[in-house]
């Protein structure tokens, strides 16, 4: 285990049980009281409410809602309790804003987050602290590769897995020669790695990456230097208001008709309202299709789109199995957290019934899942095969499991 503890008690549970941090560095008169059944487990969802990510954060936190809801309140016999932050995708925020979590609210548990940069700033805090942390988007590597530990959890992806999807079937699909255009941050530039891995693995050349810094949507000379690379087709990682203005600015420099743009999925993700027509025809893969003709599925999405006026989204799909996993940890314990081992390997060992499908974790607690080829086709992101199958992360680095 990598949590601390102090004298038998793990510092998660002296910092909920005496009082907050202020009790850590001297002796405090307060006695250590255990967390009755009846009071509520708190969960902090930390997840950006606004900028560029704000329909992300939104669509996680209505599905972790209408999770718990489904269970009737309660996960593992314990109320719960939200104490939602906007991270606002800013990575120099991130290490205080777990803090204030942790320490301030008290939280049990934490939700979060999107941004790669923002999780990698709450990995040191919750490494420390004990806390459970469940990731239910953001897809930096190195929470499941060198930074893994017990408490740390992802429900999503890791960037390098739906990229790595999306240029084997490039490589599978003949194309020698590509390039890859993104943000310039982790998730891009490990997507970024992804794509060149599957794409050369199966015979393809990654000859050029182009990248704006986040979360700049000024590409236009990006756009202007690519009909002179002679490539075949265009790999892409863009995400939310982003990914919109990507996929449309693509086809109004007239290149969605010369030169395919595909990649990870979360390019026509959430986004297809907005990008209408420009989005038409756009191959990428994801670990999610809205056409997966699943009765798991369909309820899924009918009971989202009831509950929000929204269509689902992978976005939701993740924070529904982020509450998911959460409450299979929970019941495992009958809702007592300080059973912390027995309900880690409870989680570990889950199989989550999920929209997108079953999926287990990795050694390293990142899932373990088949990543869609999808068409946009009428509005949707139609599944057409599986570029890549039961695909698990290197996990580089971890030493755990
Ligand atoms: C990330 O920063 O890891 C990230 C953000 C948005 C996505 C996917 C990944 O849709």
New binding site residues.
């Given amino acids: 285990m990598h949590r601390i503890v102090y004298k038998g008690v793990s510092r998660r549970s002296l910092l909920r049980g005496a009082g907050g941090a202020a009790a850590l560095g001297a002796f405090s008169a307060m006695p250590f009281v255990k967390a009755r059944a009846a009071d509520p487990v708190k969960v902090g969802l930390m997840l950006p409410y606004s900028g560029t990510?704000a329909k992300?954060g939104e669509n996680i936190t209505f599905a972790i809602e209408m999770l718990l809801e489904e269970k009737g309140g309660m996960l593992g016999g314990r109320p719960i309790e939200f104490v939602r932050l906007d991270d606002e995708?800013d990575p120099a925020k991130a290490p205080e804003n777990t803090n204030r979590l942790v320490s301030r609210d008290e939280v049990d548990v934490i939700i979060g987050t999107?941004?790669?940069?923002?999780?990698m700033g709450m990995i040191q805090v919750v490494r420390d602290s004990g806390t459970l942390l469940i990731c239910p988007?953001?897809?930096?590597g190195a929470a499941t590769g060198k930074f893994c530990a017990p408490n740390i959890f992802r429900t999503?992806?890791s960037?390098w897995q739906p990229a790595y999807g999306a240029g084997r079937q490039l490589g599978v699909d003949g194309v020698k020669k590509a390039a890859f255009i993104t943000w310039d941050?982790?998730?891009g530039q490990e997507?970024a790695e992804g794509f060149k891995s599957g794409l050369e693995e199966h015979g393809g050349t990654l000859v050029q990456t182009l990248t704006v810094p986040f979360p700049e949507t000024n590409w236009q000379a990006l756009l202007a230097q690519i009909p002179s690379l002679g490539v075949e087709a265009v790999g892409s990682?863009f995400?939310?208001g982003g990914?919109v203005q990507f996929v449309k600015d693509y086809q109004a420099a007239g290149l969605k008709d010369q030169i395919p743009l595909t990649g990870?999925g979360?390019l026509t993700?959430g986004t297809l309202g907005a990008q209408g027509d420009a989005a038409t025809g756009i191959r990428t893969a994801l670990h999610y299709g809205d056409g997966i003709e699943t009765e798991r599925n369909m309820t899924f999405r009918e009971a989202f789109l009831a509950r929000t006026e929204r269509e689902a989204d992978?976005?939701a799909v993740q924070g529904y199995d982020a509450a998911q996993l959460l409450a299979a940890g929970l019941e495992a314990v009958g809702g007592d957290m300080d059973a912390e081992d027995e309900m880690i390997a409870a989680m570990a060992g889950a199989t989550i019934d999920s929209p997108r499908g079953q999926f287990t974790l990795s050694a390293a607690h990142n899932p373990v899942q088949d990543f869609y080829l999808r068409e946009v086709q009428d509005g949707m992101n139609k599944v057409i095969g599986i570029a890549a199958e039961k695909l698990s992360d290197p996990a580089t680095g971890c030493e755990m499991g």
Wanted: no cysteine; proline share 0%.
């Fill in positions: 990510f992300l995708s999107v941004h790669s940069g923002v999780l988007n953001a897809g930096a999503s992806f960037n941050y982790a998730a997507a990682f995400a939310g990914a990870s979360f993700e992978v976005y």
